[in-house]
């Protein structure tokens, strides 16, 4: 029997493989190719507090942007371990951008007070973070296979049933499961998210009685630009912390409308103004770049100019048409600050799918990243402290039908539905609406995938309703 099953190859999943030790049996299971995960296209950076004096510094910025939502106990066990995390990594080979001098370069981005985000070849920090820990796991990772359902009897998990990519059911046992299944993006038709996430662990724990909590907080974009194929890429918030502008067709930069910080102003802020300026005036807004010399794009945004070049645009001379768009959840499956899931003797969820509070209602721009790496390895150590094990017993396979025909129509109802009631800003009345129409998707003939995706879609509608005042980045209109 396997020892510690990791569900997703995110940063999360491979940093918590690291982190066992080789005499271990561990395997890493993945729902498509290991890099399909959100922590692959992550852009800015990782936040680390400096030293052991910025500590305090970095706390009082996440519990601020949190609005003070935050749990200070999951931020003083982010912060306080930020340095020990990032010591290991560097030690372990891993290379941050450097100054001419030869050390770490740390930039700025909104809402904390110092330069504190470490970043790698310029704006690609999770594709080469996610390599080089694809490189250091020593354990198994098996790819295309999608959990279907964890195995739970009298509180204890034996382990989770798999869809294989020969469409086979099966078990796999293992002595503790760890969920690292990142956040909840495909529920919403304009998504900064790898297509693969799309809450089906959070609907399952929902199906197995397990609390989520906070689902309703959630960050949207303000800057993406929103390609052909719908997909939402997303135009990194350092651009404008670069002179990069927001304005509409007549070259107006109206943010000054909402906030006097204009471009700089806080991510939610931003995306609202967007929202509400396109909805009043029906305009196209565009990010522009005018005042950016081309070959200080190239190499302060080598991936982001080589993507907006491969659309077809000419940089730094066209302005970018932009959208805001669905990007990170804060709530997710409850945790302890070892990870570890009440109630349920040996499960584990770290990453963004878990909700220890450490993002409060707002979370502080790269922290997710650091999150990544801090909560895993403490799931981990903890695991190995308490060795649980038990008797196995097992489980069949029940017959289901996992998709049906009318899945995809319905599936892009909800992404509508998401996106136009449950997005940016919410009414009460859109929000009584939309529960309604999901509990009528989920009384349909549905396949069980869908039905995962849709139970979390409804805690997120049912959680907004009981949130009746704005909090962070939720916002409600009664
Ligand atoms: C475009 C973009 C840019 C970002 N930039 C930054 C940044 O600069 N700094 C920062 O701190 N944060 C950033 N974030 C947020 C950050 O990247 C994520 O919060 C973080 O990487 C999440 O890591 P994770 O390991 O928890 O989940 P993910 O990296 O999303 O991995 C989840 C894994 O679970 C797998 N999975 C999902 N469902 C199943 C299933 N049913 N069965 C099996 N496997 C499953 C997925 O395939 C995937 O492998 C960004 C996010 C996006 C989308």
Same mark, same amino acid.
């Given at each position: ?8 190859? /995110? ?8 982190? *066992?030790?080789?005499? =271990? ?36 910025? *996440? ?12 931020? $003083? ?21 450097? +100054?001419? #001098? ?7 981005? /909104? !809402? ?18 996610? %390599? ?47 969920? !690292? ?29 397990? &609390? ?29 912390? &670069? ?13 000054? +409308? ?22 009043? #005036? ?24 080589? *993507? ?27 945790? +302890? ?6 109630? @349920? =003797? ?21 922290? %997710?990243?650091? &999150? ?28 289901? &039908?996992?998709? $049906? ?28 609406? %939309? ?20 139970? *979390?879609?409804?805690? @997120? ?15 409600? @209109?009664?």
């Amino acid at each position: 029997m396997i020892d510690i099953l990791i569900i997703g190859s /995110g940063v999360a999943g491979l940093y918590a493989g690291v982190n *066992t030790p080789k005499s =271990k049996n561990c395997l890493i299971i993945t729902k498509g190719m290991p890099w399909q995960s959100n922590s692959f296209y992550a852009q800015g950076g990782v936040a680390t507090a400096l030293n052991k004096k910025d500590i305090q510094l970095h706390i009082n910025d *996440t519990m601020k942007a949190g609005d003070n939502y935050c749990s200070l106990e999951a931020v $003083k066990a982010l912060s306080e371990n930020s340095l020990s995390v990032i010591d290991d990594i560097i030690k372990m080979g891993f290379e941050f951008d450097k +100054d001419e #001098n030869g050390k770490l370069a740390y930039t700025k981005e /909104g !809402a904390h007070s110092s330069k504190r985000i470490l970043h790698a070849n310029g704006d690609a920090t999770g594709r080469f973070l996610h %390599s080089f820990l694809m490189q250091k796991n020593p354990h198994a990772i098996e790819s295309n296979l999608i959990v279907t359902d964890l195995l739970i009897k009298d509180n204890i998990c034996y382990g989770v049933e798999v869809l294989d990519s020969n469409n086979k059911l099966k078990h796999i046992y293992a002595k503790s499961v760890v969920i !690292a299944s990142g956040g909840i993006g495909s529920l919403y038709k304009y998504s900064t998210n790898e297509k693969s996430i799309s809450g089906d662990l959070h609907g399952i724990c929902i199906n197995k009685g397990i &609390e989520l909590i906070d689902m309703e907080l959630m960050q949207f974009h303000p800057t993406s630009y929103i390609s052909k194929d719908k997909t939402a890429n997303l135009l990194s918030e350092a651009l404008r912390g &670069e002179g990069a502008l927001i304005v509409d067709e007549y070259n107006r930069r109206f943010l000054f +409308d909402y906030d006097e910080r204009a471009e700089l102003a806080p991510r939610d802020v931003v995306s609202r103004a967007i929202f509400d300026y396109q909805q009043k #005036n029906s305009t196209k807004v565009y990010l522009s770049f005018e005042n950016f010399d081309k070959n200080f794009f190239k190499i302060r945004f080598p991936n982001i100019y080589k *993507t907006l070049s491969e659309f077809g645009f000419t940089l730094p001379r066209d302005k970018i048409k932009i959208s805001p768009a669905y990007h990170y959840s804060m709530g997710g499956i409850k945790t +302890d600050l070892n990870g570890k899931i009440p109630n @349920i =003797k040996n499960l584990y969820a770290i990453g963004e799918v878990a909700c220890t509070r450490v993002h409060g209602a707002n979370r502080l721009a790269s922290n %997710s990243l650091l &999150e990544t790496l801090v909560f895993p390895k403490r799931a981990i150590d903890d695991i190995l402290s308490k060795n649980f094990n038990f008797k196995k017993i097992d489980f069949k396979i029940k017959d289901k &039908e996992l998709e $049906k025909k009318d899945d995809l129509k319905i599936e892009l109802e909800l992404q509508n539905l998401m996106w136009n009631f449950i997005g940016i800003i919410r009414y009460k009345d859109k929000l009584k609406f %939309s529960l309604q129409e999901i509990d009528k998707f989920l009384s349909s003939d549905i396949g069980e995938l869908l039905k995962f995706k849709l139970l *979390t879609a409804k805690s @997120i509608v049912k959680q907004a309703l009981n949130r009746k005042k704005s909090l962070g980045a939720h916002y409600i @209109i009664n």
